[in-house]
């Protein structure tokens, strides 16, 4: 006993705990009712096609099973587990909904094959004829029966298998004996196709027989149970399967040898049983209870590890917490009792053939899945990924497409239903955002292709074809610079790559945990905002010397950081301090963009109109202003603003001259903008324009002139004078693109000497 009084939970071994459901799955209605039909349409060498193809696909899903299950800790939820800690919650989380659904509807089919089988002894002579709903209620004791059964101690159900794994044995033997003991034939070598039509019959008699072999799965769903769950899945998965290939390999040769069975009689769906009873030695004497205990095996391991998958569920928040409550002797009794409830309101359906197709797909989504993740696992390669099972990534691809072909052959349409709902699980518990504990493949996978697409950059150079802002943004605090945040996002607009850096002071920097936290709290911020951005903490020595640091270094290969991006301050020491900054990142080759927001509600409107970028300079600022301004109009609020391209000239042939330039370079860049050429006579000052053209402008583009040691109070002085223009004004300096328009500056022959 322990110390709360509970009974310690008892684990099992490769054979109770995995190979015995396993293979007695396996063995079970297919193999009892449908080989002879199988045999009597396709001919032996067909049928041995048919058996082999089957367990190649169900092979190649095991080998990737274990492969999985030997790389991690397995918990509770066998393939729903294994999922889940590969391709994340929402995959795991809607595949194990899917099997779920599958192994409980299982419960109702099993309990529904074993009442019509037990009830064909129903005396009629003595009772009349049967009562139409004495198979419904035959199955629901049925059904009440394995689920209390199985919620009070899965050491009982298992052990309870062992006899039937006996019997199976018995009535394989009786059938050999009983062969041989008779009169043999040949076996007929082509398909006669006697009940199924030839076009596409081959197809159609390997779906019927396919769900024959999956019955190796539910051993999986042990995993929880099991002392040794890595060890014990590989071997005992790998080993019911080749058992079950043996087995099935033998059946249908002795079924065609044998001349006790006309091959016109068991081509008949209807012939079922007897295709055994009449070939085997003492007739029905251990068929039936064979066939029944096979059946029943069946149903009791849906109903073992149907509960432990929603167990699991449980235990990872995507099912009510309650469902994963144990009993004292360690069993998920509520999560059973709930999972034999759905088996018993399916029995109301009555005939469940149309929802047969339907979990028999479901159940072989777990194929293409478990083969998909091996191969992934594979492909990526990650330094963890070491499986004592090493199979080659196209071997799992050839099971995952042959799984599927499998379910488009059962039925198309359970097929697409059976995507749907899955699509339909993953869409929500991706709505729910539920927080993981552990890596999955999915990081590997993007780590793999970044790595790929890294080194392929790294042989290329940039060019103004292919750049696009790489953005760094300090903030403090995420919600306090929203605006700032939001316009950078906007620059981005799914083509950039913006990042929030958040500096410590490194006399006051919290431990590592605490920054990670800290980190944890930007992205949170970030998602709620409905942003994509990077976020990070740096712990630096002083706010100058750290962002210098930060920016020279941040990134990697071709992705390093092109655009540092400023807020403006209202503290004239602190602009000082800015444009020191600036001068020494311009140095660095980095663009620089100073954004002085003005009218904080008119900013928040969703419908902004108007865009105005002032051309001017020999510096390019130009080039900087026109692409930003172009990535802002990707944004669905920006998408109806007009770009308004002014330039100030001396006189009317200059204006020509640069109105050419600028209409030419963006007809060929495809910018669809409005060029406004202002001839200054009069000589009025650059502010003065400015304000009169631009103050009702819902951003503001200026160049900024690089600042000269020392002058940084009087350059201030004339920034704050132009900041004021318009809802927000920014001021860009391009010191790292590619001149994507120098025509505009050797047509216009000006000099202006402006922050424009």
Not at 14 to 25: A, C, M, N, R
Not at 75 to 80: L, N
Not at 225 to 236: A, C, F, V
Not at 526 to 555: M, P, T, W, Y
Request: charged share 20%; glycine share 8%.
């Amino acid at each position: 006993m322990t110390e709360s009084g509970s009974v310690p939970k008892k684990k099992f071994g490769t054979f109770l705990g995995v190979f015995l459901p396993s293979v007695l799955t396996v063995l079970g209605l297919i193999m009892y009712l449908r080989f002879g039909w199988v045999v009597g349409n396709l001919g032996l060498p067909l049928t041995i096609v048919t058996v082999l193809l089957a367990n190649v696909i169900t092979f190649i899903t095991g080998l990737s099973a274990a492969a999985i299950a030997t790389n991690i800790k397995v918990g509770v939820g066998g393939v729903y587990y294994l999922i889940s800690r590969s391709l994340g919650l929402e995959t795991g989380g809607a595949i194990g909904i899917a099997f779920y659904i599958s192994r409980t509807l299982s419960i109702t089919f099993y309990a529904f094959g074993l009442s019509e089988s037990i009830l064909i002894f129903w005396p009629v002579e003595t009772w009349g004829a049967m009562p139409g709903y004495a198979i419904s209620v035959f199955t629901a004791g049925i059904i009440i029966l394995i689920t209390f059964a199985s919620g009070k101690s899965a050491e009982l159900v298992l052990k309870f298998q062992v006899p039937m794994l006996i019997l199976v044995v018995l009535s394989i033997l009786s059938l050999i004996a009983g062969v041989f003991m008779g009169d043999l034939r040949m076996p007929e070598w082509t398909p006669a196709y006697r009940t199924v039509a030839p076009e596409g019959g081959f197809w159609i008699i390997f779906a019927v027989f396919f769900p024959g072999v999956t019955g190796f799965l539910a051993g999986i769903a042990m995993s929880g149970d099991l002392k040794t769950p890595g060890k014990s899945i590989k071997n005992g998965t790998i080993n019911s399967v080749i058992t079950g290939t043996l087995v099935y390999l033998l059946i249908p040769i002795l079924i065609s040898i044998t001349a006790l069975l006309p091959f016109d009689d068991i081509a008949q769906e209807t012939f079922g049983l007897r295709t055994w009873t009449e070939a085997a030695f003492l007739g029905g004497v251990f068929i039936y209870p064979a066939a029944w205990g096979a059946i029943l095996s069946s149903a009791i391991g849906s109903v073992l590890s149907g509960p432990r998958v929603l167990q699991s569920l449980s235990m990872d928040g995507l099912a009510p917490k309650f469902l994963s409550r144990l009993s004292k002797t360690g069993q998920p009794t509520i999560a059973t009792w709930f999972t034999g409830g759905i088996a018993l309101a399916a029995v109301a359906l009555g005939d469940l053939n149309t929802v047969a197709k339907f979990v028999t797909v479901l159940f072989l989504t777990l194929y293409v899945v478990i083969n998909v993740v091996a191969a992934i696992e594979k492909l990526v390669a990650e330094p963890s990924y070491r499986p004592a099972v090493d199979i080659p990534w196209y071997w799992s691809l050839i099971g995952a497409f042959g799984a599927l072909y499998v379910m488009y052959l059962i039925s198309p349409v359970a097929l697409v239903a059976a995507l749907g709902l899955e699509f339909v699980c993953y869409l929500y518990f991706q709505k729910k955002a539920i927080e993981q504990q552990w890596g999955d493949v999915n990081v590997g996978m993007w780590m793999k292709v970044a790595r790929f697409s890294l080194l392929r950059m790294n042989k290329h150079r940039v060019t103004s074809r292919n750049w696009r802002p790489i953005i760094l943004l300090f903030a403090k605090n995420i919600n306090d610079r929203i605006e700032l945040v939001n316009l950078a996002a906007a620059f981005g607009q799914n083509r950039g790559i913006f990042t929030i850096s958040k500096l410590l002071f490194s006399d006051e920097a919290p431990s590592l945990s605490e920054q990670e936290n800290l980190k944890e709290e930007m992205v949170n911020e970030v998602r709620n905002h409905e942003l994509e951005a990077f976020c990070e903490v740096n712990v630096v020595d002083s706010l100058k010397q750290g962002i210098l640091e930060v920016s020279k270094g941040h990134g990697i290969a071709g992705l390093k950081t092109n655009t540092v991006m400023f807020g403006w301050s209202e503290n004239e020491d602190a602009n000082v301090n800015q444009l020191k900054i600036i001068r020494q990142l311009a140095s660095e080759g980095k663009n620089i963009v100073l954004a002085k927001f003005n009218d904080h509600k008119a900013w928040k409107e969703k419908n902004h109109q108007r865009i105005d970028i002032w051309w001017g300079g020999r510096d390019n600022n130009g080039d900087l202003m026109l692409i930003l301004a172009y990535m802002l109009k990707l944004n669905k609020e920006w998408e109806k603003a007009e770009i308004n391209i002014h330039a100030v000239v001396n006189n009317s042939i200059e204006g020509d001259n640069l109105y050419k330039g600028i209409r030419e370079s963006l007809d060929e860049d495809r910018i669809k903008a409005s060029v406004d050429i202002l001839i200054n006579k009069k000589g009025r000052r650059f502010p003065d324009l400015l304000k009169e053209k631009s103050d009702g402008a819902d951003i503001v583009f200026l160049g900024l002139k690089e600042t000269e040691k020392g002058k940084e109070r009087q350059h201030i002085a004339k920034i704050k004078e132009l900041a004021e223009i318009g809802k927000v004004v920014v001021f860009a300096e391009n010191n790292s693109m590619d001149d994507t328009m120098p025509i505009l500056l050797e047509k216009s022959g000006v000099d202006w000497d402006s922050e424009g």
